[in-house]
Every structure is written in structure tokens, then in C-alpha cells.
């Protein structure tokens, strides 16, 4: 089913079908540019289901999401990730085509080979190799598929995470296989990730002749005494597993395209990453604070992605790093920086999480690849974190 056998032979043969690479390809094949899966997740489920897993479809919108779930008892273990990539870019700045899987010195290329279909294949063939071993292991074991992590992350895993809240059904462990290594497979566990919060300011002014600025007030002046006091602003000191939060601006725009008139509004867009030792709220009352000390004529909204989340080592950190240190052979990190995951909303479930995937370099960029042999060892990984935890 899952054989690629349009395999040129300077690719390199690939005849079983069974295989990490051959998953791998049968994945990136589909062009799933979000928030499209393309069948990838029937793959899934026709692999699955030979080996006892019930699936399920819990769709919403144009979103397509996959739980599907083996036993019923607990400990619950689910390996959670997205089969959705984002867009090629440029298809003339790629050295073979996004969509067609190329093998070349041992890497694989193709939009989603890393971020995050590489993962996806590693879990399935961890999961063949641990029930063939254990068919009778206690727990259970899951994966929670989305088509909708790399867009608007609003009909994806965070919809499917309040459905099993409302039947009780309660992960003990998730693993979501995003790209996580920094310079070498294994050498970093996310265990968190920061908050993140976007507010939108538009700072209101008056237009006028820029010859005559006393007759108008320029909102860029204006604002400017409150963006150097927020760049200078601390806000907390972070805590031993967590960066201090940081306040950046994305966009900003003003002006009608001449260069003899003051612009009568700004528009700000701004985001925290934050730590949980502060809250959006104090956040969010700290700008506001801030505008009013300055008198400004303002509008403000906010929006809330994520709350920071953490898993302490435990159970879960503790399997990972003994498995990576029995198939890779190093001592791995644990961080919490980068982005957000669709950790955030598994998170909420209680449930200890992290994040342990192929080396992230090329994620998102013209010829995204991974390495094949990385593959191979993520799946040992998770092959022995399933034995550690369900055996």
C-alpha cells in the first residue's frame, strides 16, 4: 500500500513497504498545503486498522481530524502531530519537485518532510514494531491527527482536545512529533512552550500639512515614547525553565503614500511571548496603563493564541531521555523556546507533554528535507517510550 514504486533508481530502492522512508514518501505525495490533508489520514487509518486501532473522524469546517485509538484502558499514550504543510513558495527555487519525494545522500526532500510527515512516518512504524512485540500491552495507545495546525489552528486539535474533554477520555502522555532538534537528532526535548498574546493598537491622531504640524498631531510622535518605554520594559524575570517574556512589534503602518501630509491614525501589531510567571491579563492592563499615562487617543484588542504550558520531568521527559540516550547516544536538553504547537491545547487536558522530532533547520524553507537515518532512529525513540511507558 504504502510501496513507492516510481523510485528512480539515482533515489535509491525502497521495496519495503513497511518501511520508515516508504511512509514517508506515501505522505509527502499528497499535496496537503493547509488546511487540506489529501487522504493522508486514510493512509493512517488503513494502516492502523489491521492492528486493532478504532478510528474516528471528528471534522469541523474545512478541517479534517483523525483520532484514532487502540485499547481502552489507561495509561492513555498519544502521539499527536498535523498532516497539513505550508505553501512551497517558489516552485523554479526548488531542486526537485515539492511534492515528489527525492532521496539524494541520504536525505529526504519534499514540502512536509520534516514539519511533520517525517514524524508521522516514524510513529506508525514504532507503533507496528511495539504491538508485534506486545500485542497484549497494557493501556492504550492513540494518535490525534490534524489537517489544521499550520493555519488558523481554530477547527484542528484544539476542537478535538474539548470532544474528548467532554467524554472524559484523558490522555496520561502525549508525544507531538514536532521538528524539536536543534543540531542533532535527540539533542532537545520541548517539555513548554511560552504563551503568546498579539494586540492590535491603532493610535489616533489628526491629519494635517506637514508644514503645519501645529495644526495637527502626528500619532508616530505620539506613540513614540510608549514604544521606547514598552522596549524597555520588564516584565519578568523568567524561571529556570522558561525565558524571561519578550514584547516585539510584527507591523506597523501609517501614512497616505505623500510625503507632505501627517498621517492621522497608526497601526501597531505587537505580540508577547510570555512566561507563566505573569498572565495576559497583567499583561494586557501594563499597555493599556501605559497609553493612558500618555494621554494617547488610542484602540486596542487583543488576542490570546496559547497559555504557556509546562511538563515537569516525570514519566513521560523520563522515557525520552532514556530512549535517546539508548538509540542516539546523547544527553538531551530540555527547552521551552520557539514558537507555539498544538501542544498548548493538549495541555489543558492536565496531561504531561512534549515535543520530539527531526532536526528543525529546514522546516518551512525551499527544499525542506530530513535525514532518512534520523527517521529511522525518531522511531526507534518512540518505539522504546512506548515500552518504557506501556510495558
Known amino acids: 500500500m504504502f510501496e513507492d514504486k516510481k523510485t528512480s533508481p539515482e533515489d535509491g530502492e525502497d521495496n519495503d513497504a513497511m518501511s520508515v522512508l516508504s511512509m514517508a514518501r506515501a505522505l509527502i505525495k499528497r499535496a496537503s498545503v493547509t488546511p487540506r490533508d489529501e487522504g493522508c489520514q486514510k493512509l493512517i487509518t488503513d494502516f492502523l486498522s489491521p492492528l486493532g486501532f478504532q478510528a474516528e473522524e471528528l471534522n469541523f469546517g474545512d478541517t479534517e481530524n483523525l483520532w484514532i485509538r487502540r485499547g481502552s484502558e489507561s495509561p492513555l499514550f498519544v502521539f499527536a502531530g498535523h498532516t497539513d504543510v505550508v505553501p512551497t513558495g517558489p516552485l523554479d527555487r526548488w531542486s526537485s519537485p515539492p511534492f515528489q519525494p527525492t532521496l539524494k545522500d541520504g ?27 506486545y ?57 513548554g512552550r511560552r504563551g503568546s498574546l498579539t494586540g492590535h493598537l491603532i493610535v489616533k491622531g489628526v491629519q494635517g500639512h506637514i508644514a503645519y ?21 520588564t516584565f519578568d524575570s523568567g524561571n529556570e525553565f522558561f525565558q524571561p517574556t519578550s514584547f516585539q512589534i510584527s507591523n506597523i503602518n501609517a501614512g497616505t503614500g505623500a510625503d507632505n501630509v501627517i498621517p492621522a491614525d497608526l497601526e501597531i501589531l505587537f505580540n508577547f511571548r510570555f512566561s507563566p510567571e505573569v498572565t495576559a491579563h497583567i499583561l494586557e492592563e501594563k499597555v493599556r496603563a501605559l497609553l493612558d499615562k500618555h494621554k494617547l487617543n488610542y484602540g486596542l484588542s487583543f488576542r490570546l493564541s496559547g497559555e504557556p504550558f509546562l511538563t515537569r520531568p516525570g514519566h513521560l521527559v523520563d522515557a525520552a531521555r532514556e530512549a535517546i540516550r539508548e538509540v542516539c547516544d546523547i544527553e538531551t536538553e530540555l527547552s521551552t523556546t520557539g514558537g507555539t504547537s498544538d501542544g498548548r491545547f493538549i495541555a489543558t487536558t492536565g496531561c504531561e507533554v512534549i515535543e520530539l522530532g527531526p532536526i528543525n533547520a529546514t522546516i518551512h524553507k525551499i527544499d525542506e528535507c530530513v535525514n532518512v537515518e534520523d527517521l529511522e532512529k525518531l522511531s526507534r525513540i518512540y518505539e522504546r517510550m512506548l515500552e518504557r511507558l506501556l510495558t
Open 107 to 133: 536525505l529526504l526532500y519534499g514540502r512536509g518532510a520534516a514539519d511533520m510527515k517525517g514524524s508521522i512516518a516514524s510513529m506508525l512504524v514504532a507503533i507496528y514494531a511495539f504491538v508485534a512485540s
Open 135 to 191: 500485542p497484549e500491552h497494557k493501556g492504550s495507545i492513540a494518535l490525534l491527527i490534524t489537517s489544521d495546525e499550520e493555519g488558523s489552528a481554530q477547527d484542528g486539535t484544539v476542537k478535538v482536545v474539548e470532544v474528548l474533554k467532554a467524554r472524559g477520555e484523558i490522555p496520561d502522555y502525549c508525544l507531538v512529533g514536532e521538528p524539536s532538534s536543534a543540531k542533532t537528532l535527540g539533542d532537545t526535548i520541548k517539555n
Open 213 to 233: 504640524p501645529q495644526l495637527a498631531k502626528n500619532p508616530i510622535h505620539l506613540f513614540a515614547p510608549v514604544l521606547a518605554e514598552l522596549c524597555a520594559m
